[in-house]
């Protein structure tokens, strides 16, 4: 059974997309509605595609133009091989396909719950829900299903035919794996900074002239943008989140996959476990698959049964399903932990030598992920929850007006970061302590395990939101349109505290995937204290700064070219405030598509542009490859920092400005005095919901992906800069190896310098070894031993370069 | 000659305070006006008084209780001295006293300027420039003769007496001296922060009742808050701004001596120079003291003759001082640099090992300080200077409300930090690839050495804007606020320029105290690959964000005081409308003096205790101390990175709202049309400016103090943890010294392993070798050769420790 492990992700993947094909069947078996309603769904389902497909054009002039970059690299880099252009595409595919399997599902799934809706509040919510389940899945199932499978492929069938040979072998397999994370996390740039600009330009378009100008309601069918409108909803928080979900989840598996491999280099470069040598490897593996079978079961538990059920009904089963699934994640981690890992293991900590860490501190690590992804949530809601001190505060400061609301949410906003960071902090420093780099890979690993019913429970507030929509755009009773808020209310929370479990993933990914990257080009470590290392930092803590900038900027444009055009119908277009004359819905839709696709192209290029300049231009000029990949590590460093920072307050501004306006629906009591909606408070908090807007829709979620794919940038073009390039084909000719040991003294420290000959270059290198007499000595032997192994190694590292090269 | 030059910069610090005492004599002889506008002054002067006063009892209890936990320190660290309290109090005690020099000038310039006024630009501007001048020069002037004076006490006659022995001796100098700087620091952080939110407190109270309540303009003298107002201008912009600067330079010229030590430490420990071996040492200190004298050249060239000029020449007299003054500042450091340091130095680069640098080099060190002195503030004025294109488009976003107004202003403060953070890694690269951190640290000192000149011209501002609303009150002829106003328009210019001035000089200093920091503590640098370090990172990156939200809220709060204290006179006092009742004036100063010292104390309390947790917790825990000192390493540079873009954006974005807003007094064209004060555009304009005032007077200039306090905290802290600590005390009993070399190989590596007994218990270190083989031989036997002297040194520093503790 065991030998057969390295097959149960896949299968695992493939159950449950086969589950997510019968929902889908069921889904899509419920009653559409009438014709207007039909009308109005096809609408939004053919507005959706056309951004799809749009967006996909571009890609694939984007996916050919990096295959090419990749396929040069490949070329001249010997360590590199040519697949890692097919596992890129793949990747970028896959994600997509993804991407499009949550449209699809979503844009048919409103018009059902809307129709559901007519009949009771349970019904709607079992659709609506079932659709999410349907997205989740799609993304988890594809994910899991293709990076196993490639590994599968490039671990079993090109690189180690004939089974485990080396950790340098494996390293080639994982930086070919690699690719396949790239093209998904690309996919997931344009999707999630083209989706911000796409559903708020057109959010933004349609209140603007429709609500203010216009003085017509929300979803009016009058109003030309409010198809858009609707499209945007799908556009930017189904495809965007799944594409950035879909990304994290991939990126984190692959970055604990590599800490696993050096787990077993630090073992002495081989293990002997029942999982053919690689337990450490198959373990982020095995998590993720079953996770999508626990996600199965935490959807499961998702349901209610009275139709007078309110929000915190529904809230609680959501709650419900959530909580048992990382319970269930928990208590698998356990079993899967201690099954597949060697009961001790010896890790190399920078700066402390070797430690022996036992599969159980494993296991304490993945519970760490588990309680941050739990605890950040509870953090976002506090911050950004109806009736909490936080909203309530933006909401007494509304009453001075404008100025003294947005000072309220920035500065609402800005404290958030407080208990986020230190969370963040004690969470890498504890899972850290307990298990190296592979523990803080293997925590994000855990909290990445639920993704599908994180996606589900995300998904099905979008849904919600347009079967509201629809409801309003077809005059259905209002009875329906209260259940639809209901869910749609409930959407709003779960929408916020999945944006904190986004930004929690994309922390814990970037720094697993920082931690490979730094193994991966054999440097010693990031010492900020090299002013090279020390700029690329400020340069790095730059970039999330303004690339919000150029998000928030983007939505401003495109928002401006819809407020024209639907000024433009209003004005040419006869009968159309009358309800006689029928808005060009299309015209909007193309405007966001066109605008949002072409201003997500200045962002894209810094994201990708700056590290290349930073790794190639230095390369270029003759600076060494280890001092630039060093540099290369202090930018990373900084846009994971600045990022998370920029992410944090701009998701938690935006949202308190949300609630804090939302609250004055239900009135607030501001100085002793009731307040509602139409008061002048209510007015300075719609421009806080204004500003709000692009910082939780646009900017703030994008943060997620600007830092996830800055550091897979960095761990692609690792093996260029990268000190194993060195001995990847190096051919060990001239070992020397000398000791010393310090007499009279019970410390001891050893030295051990060697040459071996890189491309006819003689290069130094030295092994230390520190602490206690005796333990140093065994040491030593062990290295001698070793030396006769070492040599073949080198020799077997020229081979499979000749394999992959032949 | 040579010999004496250790007391040139005492000489001209004090030539500069003679020069002081003149031009403060002549300032305070000019004519003070009527009745009615003495009364005015007096009150401002009364009120500015009175917060200092209340200030600096606060600040005593606090410098009673840093100076007892000082004392504490040195008890039971045996490598620092007691002289630390000395020195920090003396830091605090100079430092208010420029303050109070400031505040002073500033509020008896005022009033004379306005008289002035009354009879031509010219003198108005000789007048307040002169104010200005006398405030510079008090700062500088303090600031070189506190420094120097201790330097030549703890040099001259307490740890050397004898003369120049080696650099560890030298070493407890610059760390005794370090408690000068952060004396200087702890007052500054309660000055700018508590100053800042002084400021805008009176301000938002005076405008919010009295201009939008009661309709009554700006400055008028019903306005119970307009006294309070005034003061806030000087205790934010003139004491503030000046602490701070006094901050920065002292921590610069420490910085820069702390590494000239280690430049001759790199030498061998010993240089034979012309200057008693201290040439590195000194040349900091020379050129701020050279930098004095230039300065009051500078200040002589600040002058107009024609009484019809207008804002272009009076910018075009001060842009004169100050490039003049550049220039010379480059002229001198030439002569200086070539004068005073060997020809060519052996300095360690980090990884690189020992690398020759001529004086030369360091030279075009300072060239890059001046160069980007200079390059920020043309930087700054883009972003937020009238006319410019980001202000265009601000001012165009504001018609379609106030929304758009604060997103356009965010995204220019997000964006300007794009040229900003390149300019200053640009500098650190460069200065240090010419001259290692020893060139950061003379970067800064050049671009710091005309800090006289640069006050001047950023107090004259204030002074105008006082003068202006003067002559408002006291209803003088229109042509005299006509004049104070285009002295005050170009204020507010040399204002924004001034703190892009200040955050460059902040960013600088950090730069190089962490430089100093990592010499002093002796660790190997700092590692972000390490776990711990990464997580204190990501905690330094928060603490500014978290900072701002602190004293952006601190303001609201004490606003909001001021708000029904006026509120409260408006309805209690009565014929104060009338101009019959006599507002209560010093209630409003006390509200402010109160609300803005307590509100300061949570921010002050976030800057100083958390470095001491990060220090001292894990110390209690038991971990080790150069552990420890790399997290702390880590937390600095998250502070300094995050702590530097926080400050250019919001110092920016504050800037281009308030502009974007004063466009319209003048009228912008919008869409076509002439919009003006009052419009729609012009009220969203002023919301966003609402935003913009904390940000760009009380959170934003708070960055350089956060960044700057908490590296001096850390350099003072420092011997706890540093790995000198242990050398302090150790007897080098058991030298074992063994090498060796590669065989076959041009590259040889040689590390030597030696031991000492450091408090009975052996350490083992170790000394590395790199490079050509003949180079390295060459090295280690100098290694041998200094054996003897390394045992004598170690020997003295016993000796010296005795010597201090006696």
Redesign the interface.
């Known amino acids: 059974m065991e030998s057969m492990m390295i097959y149960m992700p896949i299968a695992m993947a493939i159950l449950g997309l086969i589950y997510m094909i019968i929902k889908q069947s069921w889904v899509m078996k419920q009653d559409s509605g009438d014709g207007k309603m039909k009308e109005i769904s096809d609408h939004i389902y053919e507005g959706a595609l056309a951004f799809l497909n749009a967006e996909y054009r571009l890609l694939s002039i984007f996916v050919v133009i990096v295959s090419v970059l990749l396929a040069v690299v490949a070329y001249f880099v010997p360590t590199t091989s040519y697949l890692i252009v097919i596992a890129f595409i793949c990747g970028a595919i896959f994600s997509a396909f993804a991407g499009n399997i949550g449209m699809k599902i979503a844009t048919k799934t409103n018009v059902r719950t809307t129709q559901a809706a007519k009949t009771s509040l349970p019904s709607a919510l079992k659709i609506s829900f079932g659709g999410g389940t349907v997205m989740g899945l799609g993304v988890a199932g594809l994910a899991v299903l293709g990076l196993t499978a490639f590994f599968i492929i490039f671990y079993k069938f090109v690189f180690m035919p004939d089974g485990w040979t080396n950790t340098e072998d494996m390293t080639l397999v994982l930086e070919t794996l690699a690719g396949f994370s790239l093209g998904a996390e690309s996919i997931a740039l344009f999707a999630r900074v083209g989706g911000g600009i796409y559903t708020k330009a057109a959010d933004v378009g349609a209140d ?1 002239v429709g609500k203010v100008e216009a003085g017509i309601p929300e979803d009016d069918p009058r109003n030309p943008a409010t198809i858009a409108d609707n499209v945007g909803d799908n556009v930017g928080d189904v495809a965007g989140m799944g594409a950035d979900l879909f990304g994290s989840y991939v990126a984190t598996v692959l970055a604990a996959m590599v800490l696993g491999n050096y787990v077993i280099k630090d073992m002495g470069g081989n293990i002997d476990d029942a999982f053919g040598g690689i337990g450490p490897i198959l373990l982020p593996m095995s998590i993720a698959g079953v996770g999508i079978i626990i996600s199965i079961i935490g959807t499961l538990l998702v349901k209610i049964n009275s139709n007078d059920a309110k929000e915190p009904e529904v809230m609680g089963a959501l709650n419900r399903g959530n909580w048992v699934s990382i319970a269930l994640v928990a208590a698998a981690c356990y079993g899967l932990v201690t099954w597949m890992l060697p009961e001790t293991m010896q890790m190399n900590f ?2 402390e030598g070797t430690i022996e860490v036992s599969s159980m501190r494993v296991f304490y690590s993945t519970l760490v992920g588990l309680f941050v992804g739990a605890v950040i949530s509870s953090v976002t809601e506090y911050y950004t929850g109806l009736g909490k001190k936080p909203i309530l505060k933006i909401v007494q ?1 509304s009453s ?5 609301n ?3 949410g ?3 906003g ?2 958030s ?2 208990p986020s ?2 969370l ?3 969470a ?2 504890s899972s ?2 307990l298990a190296g ?1 592979y523990g ?1 890979a293997l925590a994000a690993s855990a909290m990445m395990a639920t993704t599908a019913m994180q996606l589900a429970i995300d998904a099905f507030g979008p849904i919600s939101d347009n079967a509201g929509g629809i409801a309003e755009m077809s005059e259905q009773d209002p009875i329906v349109r209260e259940r639809t808020d209901i869910l749609d209310s409930v959407g709003n929370t779960t929408a916020a505290t999945g944006k904190g479990f986004a930004i929690a993933s994309a922390a814990l990914t970037s ?1 697993a995937l920082f ?1 490979a990257y ?1 193994t991966f080009t054999g440097i ?9 290392v ?6 790095g ?2 970039v999330p ?2 690339f ?3 998000a ?2 983007a ?2 444009k495109a928002a401006m070219e819809m407020v024209e055009e639907v000024r433009r119908q209003f004005k040419e277009i006869p009968g159309i405030m009358e309800g006689t004359g029928k808005p060009e819905y299309d015209k909007c839709v193309a405007i966001s598509t066109k605008a949002s696709l072409k201003e997500m192209m200045l962002p894209g290029l810094l994201t990708i542009g700056f590290p290349l300049v930073i790794a190639f231009v230095p390369l270029l000029f003759g600076m060494h490859h280890l ?1 630039v990949a060093e540099m290369l ?2 930018y990373m ?2 846009v994971t ?2 990022g ?2 920029w992410a944090i ?1 701009q998701n938690n501004a935006g949202g308190a400005w949300d609630n804090a306006k939302k609250s004055f629906e239900a009135g607030v009591e501001i100085n002793g005095e009731m307040t509602y909606k139409g008061s002048d408070a209510h007015k300075a908090a ?6 709000g807007d ?1 910082f939780k829709d646009t900017s703030g979620p994008s943060m997620n992906i600007l830092i996830k794919l800055t550091c897979l940038i960095g761990l692609v073009i690792a093996p260029i800069l990268g000190g194993h390039a060195d001995t990847g084909v190096a051919h060990t000719e ?1 070992v ?1 190896i ?1 000791k ?1 040991m ?8 050893a ?1 051990i ?1 060697y ?1 071996i000959v890189v491309n006819g270059e ?3 290198k ?1 092994e230390t070894f ?1 602490g206690v007499k005796t333990d140093v000595e065994t040491k030593i032997k062990a290295f001698e031993a070793d030396n006769n192994a070492r040599i073949e190694a080198d020799k077997k590292i020229i081979k499979s370069v000749n394999v992959k090269k032949g």
Chains 1, 2 share one sequence.
């Open positions: 603007l920078f700066g400061q001075t007006g404008a100025g003294t947005i000072i309220a920035l500065a609402t800005m404290i970061t407080f960071v230190l963040f902090a004690a890498i420093w850290y302590a780099f803080v720094l931690a730094v010693d470590g990031i010492n900020i204290f090299k002013a090279p020390l700029a690329m930092l400020f340069v803590g730059m700064v303004v919000s900038a150029l928030m900027n939505v401003g001092a590590g202090g460093a900084g920092v600045s998370v920072l307050f719609v421009t806080g919901d204004t500003v692009p001239d020397t000398e010393q310090v007499a009279d003294s019970n410390v001891a420290e030295v310098i040459t003689t290069v130094v030295t520190k």
